[in-house]
T-cell receptor, first 113, second 113 residues
Framework: EDKVVQSPLSLVVHEGDTVTLNCSYE??????LLWYKQEKKAPTFLFML????IEKKSGRLSSILDKKELSSILNITATQTGDSAIYLC?????????????FGKGTKLSVKP | KAGVTQTPRYLIKTRGQQVTLSCSPI?????VSWYQQTPGQGLQFLFE???????NKGNFPGRFSGRQFSNSRSEMNVSTLELGDSALYLC????????????FGSGTQLSVL
């Protein structure tokens, strides 16, 4: 069965710290890996990584896909309190029976002032 | 452009009752997906509708059903509610079927007593 595992489940850091969130996956017919940020209720899209685009960067956030290790990391540098959220990793596969996007359980990041 | 709108925001029901949740996608989006989010299981795919047809279904019992109207608005129904159905139900829309970049609504928080 396809699955996505995120670690750690929760993390507490102080403003200015750099954090690395991990996502590993087991999936047949990999199509893409996505990161979402869930601050209150609605997850918002951050990055999509595919075989043709294994690294993405936006401001203080960056993500890398390692297709050999079947994993991805999300880096946040110079963290701010506004980065406090649940970060969700998801996999899109081709024709899977589990639906379109398979989500991990998320990493809850708390940034203290 | 208005985002994805879900109603109601909160709902309290008792076991055995049924409930209907509503989702209005972003204008122009034709695909609507539903997810259930619980602390223990994370986000789990329920079903996806595109052009008024169910295109994909997750591993949920038949008590969970949905439909999509000609204006792309969608409803999901849960019959014979169980305590374990308490969850945040998220709706997401996208331009096309099976798209990775989903736009989520703020969800309906359902509590079953």
């Amino acid at each position: 069965e396809d699955k996505v595992v995120q670690s750690p489940l929760s993390l507490v850091v102080h403003e200015g710290d750099t954090v690395t969130l991990n996502c590993s996956y087991e999936v047949t017919n990999f199509r893409s890996l996505l990161w979402y940020k869930q601050e209150k209720k609605a997850p918002t899209f951050l990055f999509m990584l595919t075989s043709s685009g294994i690294e993405k960067k936006s401001g203080r956030l960056s993500s890398i896909l390692d297709k050999k290790e079947l994993s991805s990391i999300l880096n946040i540098t110079a963290t701010q309190t506004g980065d406090s959220a649940i970060y969700l990793c998801a996999i899109m596969n081709y024709g899977g029976s589990q639906g379109n996007l398979i989500f991990g359980k998320g990493t809850k990041l708390s940034v203290k002032p | 452009k208005a985002g994805v709108t879900q109603t109601p925001r909160y709902l309290i029901k008792t076991r055995g009752q049924q409930v209907t949740l509503s989702c209005s996608p972003i204008s122009g989006h034709r695909s609507v997906s539903w997810y259930q989010q619980t602390p223990g299981q994370g986000l789990q795919f329920l079903f996806e509708y595109f052009s008024e047809t169910q295109r994909n279904k997750g591993n949920f019992p038949g008590r969970f059903s949905g439909r999509q109207f000609s204006n792309s608005r969608s409803e999901m129904n849960v019959s014979t509610l169980e305590l374990g159905d308490s969850a945040l139900y998220l709706c997401a829309s996208s331009l096309g079927q099976g798209a990775e970049k989903l736009f989520f609504g703020s969800g309906t928080q359902l509590s079953v007593l």
